[in-house]
């Protein structure tokens, strides 16, 4: 059984008591007025002469007392939403039966002040969050700057500028970036001593005295101009906040309205000292960062492999991926220094990888270089190499080996090229003879820095002109990949793709090589890979 | 910080495989230039006609032909005198002349070692003609990568001098770049904008990757290669500001307006999730097909190389919400497979993963997309 059925109509429940219909009328939060069916008013309310003092039966609604009501009344609209006397007011239009109709007015005063209040509060919180964001993104000092000065604008400026000191030791004078909104870009410069005198509070900033930002007008900016947009006229107000950070002021931001535009009010100063304050932190973490990766750069750059140095009757190419991969350093190295008939060259295999091992490739690359002075004979020179590396402290508590071929190219007597290999327990290097073949050329030998009584080898091998010599780290062969993941790329494919690029010059061989393998691994982890091609340059 | 090989690392690759290959070995990809046509029929150039006249192409293609690098040189340096730019040069004679050699290897009329020679002249030429830019102001720092796997690097050169010339500080990565390698750098340095260079667009995903990873360290990216597809139509639903088809397009795009508000941040989302699961499951998909078509022992690799890379085409494909790619990679693959029964090997290849992944919507349509096309010609 259904509600409306069981109820009476509403009319009939109705009392014919005008009295009572008053009071129920008046005691309504909502402002009521009646028209008859030419517009004239025939009923208010006390709400209603309240809100809408001027209407009183009998007046005109579409005449003028409440504009905003009698262009609702003339245009038909059936609602309004206006000012009036102060209050905020909404009205809806409801025809009655017996012609004209009734008004409804409400006061959405307070409605509407929570409601601005809310979205404004959303708004900042966007805000914060968009350059939360955005500030996180980089971890590089200018970017971070370039996104300081974009996010502001034209949120909470026309134009945003930061002042701030070079890291750069020695640099003293302040440099300035700014972004004015319908700019293309921030641009920036050095700014002159008297900026910071002639903006107050931008020593104080700048110093990181933590200054309540305030807004002031522009009487004394007159320096600014220097570095606002030529167009930009004469600023409105200004903001200038401290951008602090746990390490000292970053930076002093300053905020540039355009005259015309409101001021700054106090929730957007909050904002702006919070915007700042992260900010500055952002800054100080890619400084942070940026020590950091200068550091790590420059130990980066002397464990990286070397530029190979020209060498007569020879073409030489190296190849080298390490394990990890924004480093790029690992235990695989190779190195090539000219001698007087040609070229000594070495590539060996720290065991381990990563930082660790780099640290005792370069003992190893250093000793090279200084052993090679007094001894040239591959043989000879692996001897002495594994007496130092064995002599340096901690080598034995390390157990640190290393596997090593030394080899050193002479002009042979045929036009190609004599190669002498020392060995110290590496994978036998293959040579690619003119005919296409592949041949292995067996070193054999100890590893190196691990006994003091470990006994080396050293074979002789000629390349004909065009030849190539291959020496390569366990890294090539053993990279595992291929369809099931766990294959080794193994010596078999490694023969396979010399072969297929035989009579190339050794860049293209290795490259090609290091293309294979990286298909192999199909983006699967690795050990350090290294490669040397050696090849006997053609007289043409 | 380039590439730590120590040669310069803009070989073209030296192992275009001919019919004289070693039973087994791995075919590796062209290099796109003759596939997905960046000038063929149909497309609008965005910068015009080139501004070297198609007779000295001719010419500089007849030394190339030759591996005549004095002539090839003294036509790109006569070029130069008349008053030609270095972009013109490198742009209309250089690159035009390197997508001929493409086409060349492609269609068979060249051997992989006259494709070697004549990509080892054009770097000369390359060399030379850079030699001619003058130090111009610092527009601005710019860093060139090509898409982790790709390794052709002699367009991506090009496109460093031609943007070096043109006033900016290039950085260039050199060819496969690792995503991890890249984010390091961009912190490091923090450049204005990378330029992506991706040539095959089975790539796409990682291509994708790459793009997002720059934007998450807040650099925009300007792509570049026929990898972004027609009119490079998907760079910028993997998050790219905008792309080019040349070297000077790059000048033009960034140029203009490269706020790196827009472009970096959260990159657009894919339309579909379902390239996750599928490329996740690629390694599964090669040894299913393995063992369904039972390639000649020699091919096997071969085999497992083509499905792993039309794996990567289907999940590019439903990444950037376009079965036209899968289509287009589909046709190509089964005109390079010119066996013979290259169609059907690719048919029984489509069949298989089809089934597989029935559970996956848009990998079913869009695998049957490819299978109709494939049967019927173009």
Partial sequence: MSHASARPPADQSLPADPQLARELLDGLAEAVVTTDPAGRVTLVNAMAGRLLPELAPGVDLAAHPVPALARAVTEGTGTFDAEHHGRRLRGVCRPLAAGGCAWYVRDVTDEQARTDALLAERSRTAFLARAGSRLGLSLHREQTLRATVTLPVPYLADVALVVHRSPQPGEDLPHWLRYADGEPGPVGGVASRQLAGAVPGLVEALDGESTDPSPWLDAELADLTAVLPETFGRPGTVLISPMLSAGGPAGALILVRRAGRAGFDPRDIELTREFAARAGSAVAAADLYGEQAHLARVLQHSLLPPQLPPVPGVTLAGGYRSAGDSLRIGGDFYEVFPTATGALFALGDVCGKGVGAAVLTGRVRQSLQTLRLVEQRPHELVQLLNRALFDSPDAARRSQFTTLLLGTTEPGSDGGVRVRIAGGGHPSPLVVRADGSIVEVRVGGMPIGAFATATFAEVEVRLAPGELLLAYTDGVTEARGGSAAVEMFGEHRLRQALASVAGLPPSAVIDWLLQLVDEWLDGESHDDIAMLAVCAADPA | ?378
């Fill in chain 2, 1 to 378: 910080m380039t590439r730590p090989t120590p040669d310069e690392p803009t070989r073209e690759e030296p192992g275009r495989a001919t019919g004289e290959e070693p039973a087994g070995t791995r075919r590796p990809p062209p290099e796109d230039p003759g596939r997905v046509t960046p000038d063929g029929p149909g497309r609008v150039t965005p910068d015009g006609p080139g501004r070297v006249a198609p007779g000295v192409v001719q010419a500089y293609l007849g030394c190339l032909d030759r591996a005549d690098l004095v002539g090839a040189t003294r036509l790109a340096t006569g070029l130069l005198d008349a008053g030609a730019s270095v972009a013109d040069v490198l742009v209309d004679l250089v690159a035009v002349a390197q997508r001929e050699v493409g086409l060349r290897w492609l269609s068979g009329r060249w051997s992989i070692a006259q494709e070697h020679a004549a990509t080892h002249v054009s770097e000369q030429v390359v060399e030379v003609v850079v030699a001619h830019t003058a130090p111009t102001d610092d527009r601005g720092h710019v860093v060139l990568a090509c898409v982790e796997g790709e390794w052709h690097a002699l367009a991506a050169r090009i496109v460093m001098e031609v943007v070096r010339a043109a006033g900016w500080r290039v950085t260039f990565l050199g060819a496969s770049v690792p995503v991890r390698q890249l984010v390091s750098y961009l912190h490091q340095t923090g450049p204005d904008a990378v330029l992506l260079s991706c040539v095959q667009p089975s790539r796409l995903v990682r291509a994708g990757r790459m793009v997002e990873a720059c934007r998450a360290a807040g650099v925009p990216v300007v792509a570049g290669g026929p990898g972004f597809g027609p009119e490079g139509r998907w760079a910028t639903t993997v998050g790219a500001a905008g792309w080019g088809a040349t070297a000077r397009d790059a000048v033009r795009l960034l140029s203009g307006p490269l706020l790196a508000a827009p472009h970096t941040g959260a990159a657009p989302t894919a339309g579909s999730d379902e390239y996750v699961p599928v490329l996740r499951r690629r390694r599964e998909l090669v040894q299913l097909v393995l063992r369904e078509v039972t390639p000649v022992a020699e091919r096997a690799e071969e085999v497992a190389g083509v499905v792993a890379q039309l794996v990567d085409a289907l999940a590019a494909a439903i990444r950037i919400g376009d079965p036209q790619l899968l289509v287009e990679f589909v046709r190509w693959q089964a005109g390079v497979l010119d066996t013979g029964d290259g169609a059907r090997l690719l048919d029984d290849v489509l069949r298989v993963c089809a089934t597989a992944l029935t559970e996956h919507p848009r990998s079913a349509d869009h695998l049957h997309r490819a299978r109709t096309a494939l049967a019927t010609p173009p």
